[in-house]
């Protein structure tokens, strides 16, 4: 089957959508299928394109295992504004549809959101090859901006809800992450049999639980004997990392307590003045490893932390949680109780929810655990045990490659028709 996948991220950048579509490219590609990948220029999450695709407008790489990468030139700014953010979507959805053009008909489309604005081009290059467009779905959007505070002005607001419409109007079928991100597109009108649930995935062969001793992360960085908080990922006005800071600060009497803060360069720069501020001398703000270092990485922390802001969208799902249960440590969600990573932590049994934006309630947690190593081994075992039974790539690969054959073998009549 020849596969078109559609993503505005890609590898090499290391967090978000970017790895989570690069190894369906790759798993699909092992599978024997044609898999051609239609992205931007590497620039997440610094906000910069990366050194060695700058200054280009164009460019095709092949993969090892044969993926086709087809990468177009972004409008990208380090701390954009709302105006940049707009240029930044145009820039893609205008070049990358200059690019997506060439190669061969795709058999079907695979199109992740967000960015919304990308709906239009996939819409038009299914009507151009007769072929399906499957919506893989990441966040709800306008909802999750206007929320979070992002999106403020009215037009733009009505603007994005019309792309909305038009993105699930124009899919063929729609798969979601979540079962509240089912929940609400049956709100939104949209009906049942076009959506497919299939939560995000993680590859448990690659992270699994490994040795804390002789830790070459925990070497490198002076954590040996020390009890590892680790945060890893993003660091956004969507995470609130300063309650980390502020339960390091209500923990420093214990002093084999360390937090460990890993994220990208700039943003730990903006950290770095608050914990000075803050006299934590007991954080430590480490950069990105290397993706073949990462299993390495979380099995040097004794607790893993998923942290998320009160006004975070119930239905936002941070993609390190299923990574967090595969490594098999122990968590610690300060996130809303209602949403789905705490959902996620619950039904695993994989590890404590505490209210956001609380460092009392994260401090208390994380104490907990330490003193109970019984009790974090526990939730670690039980944590690891359902990332295998329910979100293993595998079995991810099995439902995009059922959803790809349903699509693909409907009627003509069918297939060829305008979605709604």
Request: charged content about 20%; some cysteine.
């Amino acid at each position: 089957m020849r596969i078109l996948i559609y993503s505005y991220n890609y590898a090499p950048e290391p967090i978000g959508i970017a790895p989570l579509m690069t190894e369906l490219a790759e798993g699909l590609a092992k599978r024997g299928h044609k898999v051609r990948v239609v992205t931007g220029m590497p620039n997440y999450p610094e906000r910069r394109i990366y050194a060695g695709y700058r200054g280009k407008l164009w460019i095709t790489e092949r993969s090892g295992n044969g993926v086709v990468v087809q990468r177009n030139w972004l409008w990208v700014r380090p701390k954009p504004n709302l105006l940049d953010r707009i240029l930044l979507d145009g820039s893609f959805v205008l070049l990358s549809l200059v690019h997506a053009i060439k190669g061969k008909r795709p058999d079907v489309i695979l199109l992740t959101s967000p960015p919304l604005p990308v709906s239009v081009p996939a819409a038009f290059l299914g009507w151009l090859h007769r072929c399906p467009v499957v919506l893989n779905l990441q966040d709800i959007l306008p909802e999750a901006a206007v929320h979070t505070g992002l999106l403020k002005s009215k037009t733009m607001i009505r603007v994005f809800e019309a792309l909305e419409k038009f993105a699930y109007q124009t899919a063929h079928k729609i798969s979601a992450i979540s079962d509240v991100f089912v929940e609400n597109l049956v709100k939104k009108g949209v009906r049942e049999d076009k959506i497919a649930l299939i939560p995000n995935w993680v590859d448990v062969n690659f992270i699994r639980p490994l040795p804390k001793e002789n830790n070459a992360f925990r070497i490198a960085h002076q954590l040996e004997g020390k009890f590892v908080v680790l945060y890893s990922g993003n660091i956004a006005r969507t995470q609130g990392l300063n309650t980390v800071i502020e339960a390091a600060v209500r923990l420093q009497h214990i002093p084999d307590i360390v937090f460990a803060i890993v994220g990208e360069g700039n943003a730990l720069h903006e950290l770095q003045q608050y914990c000075q501020d803050r006299g934590a001398d007991n954080v430590r703000l480490l950069p990105f490893v290397p993706r073949e270092k990462l299993p390495e990485m979380l099995a040097a922390a004794d607790v893993g932390l998923i942290v998320q802001k009160k006004n975070v969208i119930a239905f936002n799902m941070p993609s390190k949680t299923q990574v967090l249960l595969a490594s098999g440590r122990p968590i610690v969600a300060s996130v809303p109780a209602s949403g789905t990573a705490a959902r996620a932590v619950k039904q695993s049994g994989g590890g404590l929810v505490v209210a956001p934006e609380d460092p009392d309630a994260l401090a208390f947690a994380v104490k907990d655990l330490y003193a109970d190593r019984e009790k974090a081994e526990k939730f670690g075992q039980q944590g690891r045990r359902y990332a295998v039974e329910q979100y293993s790539f595998e079995q991810a690969l099995d439902r995009y490659e059922a959803l790809f054959a349903e699509v693909t073998t409907a009627p003509a009549t069918i297939r060829n028709a305008v979605p709604n």
